[in-house]
T-cell receptor, first 116, second 112 residues
């Protein structure tokens, strides 16, 4: 099956710094990638949708200047959390759509961000 | 987007079948019924999807009511590795840029 990887799996940073999370589709070309955030004991919340080569579409309430998304190639999307604060601590998950299986999204393993 | 309703939690014993219900009374004709599951501290995993007919794959079966207002995910023999949160999601083909909207899902506990 299609595989999506994320890097890093865990990151701890100081308040005010920026953190970049990578999402890669390993064996297929992802025309669309999605970024989700999940707080403890809660469901996934979609943050933004990105199509290769175009600007990301952010969900209502998500600050696009704080959560920078780049989808420069069909296999890589990055999420940069700028000027991170403790309330940004969360589980960030990407997913990718594309390849041979229609209607299916493939999720990465997630990145645990802790901001001190 | 049409909403789904699932029980917050269910419990099962290992090696027994599990039936996870989902209500979607406002489903439209172009909505597919998707099921994903999320194991602890992992990203969600696709389980199965269907439109009108019942579906089977290596992981599970999906039984869809004739009026499509409800569906049931069936795990034929639960194992400890099936303990997860199961999400029933309506997915409108060609709409909303293929966004998946996750509800709270059903937390399945499997007892040894």
């Amino acid at each position: 099956g299609a595989v999506v990887s994320q890097h890093p799996s865990r990151v701890i940073c100081k308040s005010g710094t920026s953190v970049k999370i990578e999402c890669r589709s390993l064996d297929f070309q992802a025309t669309t990638m999605f970024w989700y955030r999940q707080f403890p004991k809660q469901s996934l919340m979609l943050m933004a949708t990105s199509n290769e080569g175009s600007k990301a579409t952010y969900e209502q309430g998500v600050e696009k200047d704080k959560f920078l998304i780049n989808h420069a190639s069909l296999t890589l999307s990055t999420l940069t959390v700028t000027s991170a604060h403790p309330e940004d601590s969360s589980f960030y998950i990407c997913s990718a759509k594309g390849g041979r299986v229609y209607n299916e999204q493939f999720f990465g393993p997630g990145t645990r961000l802790t901001v001190l | 987007d049409a909403k789904t309703t699932q029980p917050n939690s269910m419990e099962s014993n290992e090696e027994e079948p599990v039936h996870l219900p989902c209500n979607h009374s406002t489903i439209s004709g172009t909505d597919y019924i998707h099921w994903y599951r999320q194991l602890p501290s992992q990203g969600p995993e696709y389980v199965i999807h269907g439109l009108t007919s019942n579906v089977n794959n290596r992981m599970a079966s999906l039984a869809i009511a004739e009026d499509r207002k409800s569906s049931t995910l069936i795990l034929h023999r639960a194992t400890l590795r099936d303990a997860a949160v199961y999400y029933c999601i309506l997915y409108r083909s060609g709409g909303s840029n293929y966004k998946l909207t996750f509800g709270k899902g059903t937390l399945l506990t499997v007892n040894p």
